[in-house]
């Protein structure tokens, strides 16, 4: 345990994005985060029906864990509150983590246990942006054009999913969603150097081609700062494999508190 200025035990957990994405002034610029240990509070937390129903569980038990009252969730980078989500849980039980998973090879669910602790971290580029901006350039490979965008935080994935929600319930008749657009338009930050959204909006829906969303999201997926959850598997036939890591209840609940 770290030595601090709380009143409670805590340890500090580094990002992957080092700090350097968030402004100057941010309490994130650090590249670290204090974070308490989860005690029976947080268990109540866990346990908590009502949390579980409205799918704020995971949201609520991250808040109730980060110590300084400075730091927000919402100010979180995804991948770095998925560092923090990580080091939550093996703090609170340990690294091991037994889970069912699909053998690749036999098709069969099985149980494994993953060591939590392997688990690859994607630092961020340094190069790729300036010190305390997240902003990105990419010039898409097929139209040309450049774009800058950010990398979402905590915040943002919560404003697209309620404007996922609410135009799913205003075109529930299409079946169609609206959650790729919504999420390019929240992250992009200019074309061409135009910056009013009216244009970046247009340019979303009616100019930006799937041959480009396609390079672009996979551009994204190369530069995030993140926690990789795949680890080494052996099947049941001996092969190895790299699989998904599956984050479900279990995860913060394991089978023997459960």
């Given at each position: 345990?770290?030595?601090?200025?709380?009143?409670?035990?805590?340890?500090?957990?580094?990002?992957?994005?080092?700090?350097?994405?968030?402004?100057?002034?941010?309490?994130?610029?650090?590249?670290?985060?204090?974070?308490?240990?989860?005690t029976?509070?947080?268990?109540?937390?866990?346990?908590?029906?009502?949390l579980?129903?409205?799918?704020?569980v995971?949201?609520r038990?991250?808040?109730?864990?980060?110590?300084?009252?400075?730091?927000?969730?919402?100010?979180?980078?995804?991948?770095?509150?998925n560092?923090?989500?990580?080091?939550?849980?093996?703090?609170?039980?340990?690294?091991?983590?037994?889970?069912?998973?699909e053998?690749?090879?036999?098709?069969?669910?099985?149980?494994?246990?993953?060591?939590l602790?392997?688990?690859?971290?994607?630092k961020v580029?340094?190069?790729?942006?300036?010190?305390?901006?997240?902003k990105?350039?990419f010039?898409?490979?097929?139209?040309?054009?450049?774009?800058?965008?950010?990398?979402?935080?905590?915040?943002?994935?919560?404003?697209?999913?309620?404007?996922?929600?609410?135009?799913t319930?205003?075109?529930?008749?299409?079946?169609?969603?609206?959650?790729?657009?919504?999420?390019?338009?929240?992250?992009l930050?200019?074309?061409?150097g135009?910056?009013?959204?009216?244009?970046?909006?247009?340019?979303?829906?009616?100019?930006?081609?799937?041959?480009?969303t396609?390079?672009?999201?996979?551009?994204?997926?190369?530069?995030?700062?993140?926690?990789?959850?795949?680890?080494?598997?052996?099947?049941?036939?001996?092969d190895p494999?790299?699989?998904?890591?599956?984050?479900?209840?279990?995860?913060?609940?394991?089978e023997?508190?459960?």
């Amino acid at each position: 345990m770290a030595e601090n200025q709380y009143d409670f035990p805590t340890e500090v957990l580094a990002l992957p994005s080092k700090g350097s994405l968030y402004p100057e002034d941010s309490p994130l610029r650090s590249g670290e985060i204090d974070v308490k240990y989860m005690t029976a509070k947080e268990e109540d937390i866990l346990t908590s029906t009502n949390l579980i129903e409205k799918g704020l569980v995971i949201d609520r038990l991250l808040t109730s864990v980060i110590a300084d009252p400075k730091v927000k969730l919402d100010d979180l980078l995804i991948g770095d509150k998925n560092a923090l989500m990580l080091g939550t849980r093996v703090l609170g039980y340990g690294k091991d983590y037994e889970v069912v998973i699909e053998d690749p090879d036999t098709g069969l669910e099985v149980e494994h246990t993953f060591d939590l602790t392997e688990l690859e971290t994607k630092k961020v580029d340094e190069k790729l942006f300036k010190s305390g901006e997240n902003k990105f350039e990419f010039k898409l490979p097929h139209s040309k054009r450049v774009i800058e965008f950010k990398l979402l935080t905590h915040k943002d994935e919560r404003d697209i999913e309620k404007e996922v929600k609410a135009y799913t319930k205003i075109a529930q008749a299409s079946g169609v969603s609206n959650e790729l657009t919504t999420r390019l338009k929240k992250q992009l930050i200019s074309v061409d150097g135009e910056t009013e959204r009216k244009v970046i909006n247009n340019f979303v829906d009616n100019q930006f081609l799937s041959l480009d969303t396609k390079e672009f999201r996979k551009y994204q997926v190369d530069i995030t700062p993140d926690i990789i959850f795949e680890a080494e598997y052996t099947s049941q036939i001996g092969d190895p494999h790299t699989v998904q890591i599956p984050i479900g209840v279990r995860f913060f609940w394991p089978e023997s508190r459960a």
